[in-house]
């Protein structure tokens, strides 16, 4: 250990972050080494970029964003919806799909206490939402005889709430076996004066890296290996909280494989010019997202000669991926953005600091920045009734009241 803390010490001199060894003489043996081998997993260059880039005005070049074609699911003749159907059909029936559930977010939004998934969307039947998105696959199961395998990624926050949750629940009758988890990364806050932050245990404080930290960790944790090794060759990636995702369509995948490319992506109507949401695009001619943060007021209220929204196309998290499209991917890192955001902290004088307002950074990569990989990307575009019922605020929109209401006018009308 003592060798150990040379090298700590020389780095956090290096970096200015010297004040993470504040507590150390009043740690526990096992925090003293766990706090030392965080500081010495940590990227201080990176970091030091990283609060460096949050004082830069983002700054969006339009010249190089142009529309993306998209396919609109409700025109398709039937001839093509059944071509399509058959080939993706096939390809799930022979095992050639994997789902992986994103579920490492924090939800802070929602205030659940506990891992999103765990929440009580609040049906007669009290299912929830880890339940309700495997209805999905048993629902597959039973009608197309396959078991499709079920990846979860959780992080190290809620890893275990979520495992205990599914063993609890005995995997809500889908076979155990079939399904895995796996890690997010993470990254250290920061304060606004760009010091790295303490837990209340004298530890780092880390956050899960984003949503766009799956390709690293499917990657790092041999999930992608062991997909291939399983003759897995589509992979769909969704997030936790649409209970309305559709983790199972032959459409999609049968859509991308007559086209020949190797990943799909849902999208939506934009609701209208302010709509906070991301909306597909072509940026320097490979396909992309731009957030509601970034979209100019001109581009956002563009419309074409039918009235449309030119930038309509939302982003929902509903991606498929052929699994060469994965490892091409997770070969490159990809940005992170600041958010800022609330938490609490231990400060130098051993006060614990929580706050109302946001106080501090956290690192996020978006999974929509690794689209740029690939030469092109199907957008196929879906009823917003049919597969997008989001469960994000406590109340109000996107919350567990409208999500309820879509979840049940759907399923009624089946
Ligand atoms: P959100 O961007 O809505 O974030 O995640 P969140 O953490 O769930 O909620 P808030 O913003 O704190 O209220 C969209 C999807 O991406 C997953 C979430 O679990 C959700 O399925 N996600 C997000 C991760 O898996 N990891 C992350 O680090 C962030």
């Not at 001199?13 to 507590?23: G, M, R, S």
């Not at 589509?234 to 459409?251: A, C, E, R, S």
């Not at 490159?332 to 614990?352: G, R």
Request: hydrophobic share 40%.
């Amino acid at each position: 250990m003592e060798e150990k803390l040379v090298k700590v010490k020389e780095l956090l001199k290096k970096y200015n972050q010297e004040h993470l060894l504040t507590y150390f003489d009043d740690l526990t043996p096992e925090n003293k080494e766990l706090l030392l081998n965080q500081i010495l997993d940590i990227d201080f260059e990176l970091m030091a970029n990283l609060y460096k880039n949050t004082k830069a005005e983002i700054e969006i070049d339009t010249n190089t964003i142009e529309p993306i074609p998209y396919v609109d699911k409700s025109k398709l003749p039937q001839a093509d919806l059944d071509l399509y159907y058959s080939k993706g059909l096939e390809a799930i029936k022979a095992g050639k799909l994997a789902v992986v559930t994103m579920a490492g977010g924090q939800g802070t939004r929602l205030g659940h206490n506990g891992p999103k998934g765990t929440f009580d969307l609040g049906l007669d039947s009290h299912k929830s939402i880890f339940e309700i998105l495997c209805d999905t696959l048993i629902l597959a199961k039973n009608t197309y005889g396959v078991t499709i395998p079920w990846y979860l990624m959780t992080s190290n926050e809620n890893n275990s709430a979520t495992i205990n949750f599914f063993e609890e629940h005995n995997f809500f009758g889908y076979p155990k076996d079939a399904v895995h988890f796996f890690k997010q990364g993470e990254l250290p806050m920061l304060s606004t004066d760009g010091k790295i932050l303490l837990n209340e245990n004298g530890t780092v404080k880390l956050a899960a890296n984003g949503h766009g930290g799956i390709f690293e960790s499917m990657f790092k944790n041999n999930v992608l290996e062991d997909m291939k090794s399983n003759g897995i060759e589509w992979i769909f990636i969704g997030g936790v909280d649409n209970v309305l995702v559709k983790m199972v369509d032959p459409i999609l995948m049968g859509l991308c494989m007559t086209k020949n490319t190797l990943a799909g992506g849902k999208s939506l109507v934009k609701a209208g010019p302010k709509e906070k949401v991301g909306v597909f695009c072509k940026r320097n001619g490979k396909p992309s997202v731009v957030e509601y943060t970034e979209i100019t007021e001109e581009m956002a209220n563009a419309r074409d000669e039918n009235g449309e929204l030119v930038f309509g196309e939302s982003h929902i998290l509903c991606n498929l991926f052929n699994i060469k499209a994965l490892e091409a991917i997770s070969k490159n890192s990809l940005p992170y953005h600041s958010a800022f955001k609330k938490a609490s902290y231990m400060d130098e004088n051993k006060q614990i600091i929580t706050s109302n307002q946001p106080n501090a950074y956290k690192f996020e990569a978006f999974i929509f920045d690794a689209f740029s990989t690939l030469d092109d990307m199907v957008i196929l575009r879906v009823k917003r009734e049919e597969e997008f019922a989001p469960v994000k605020n406590a109340t109000g929109t996107d919350s567990p009241e409208t999500a309820r209401e879509l979840y049940l006018n759907f399923h009624k009308k089946l």
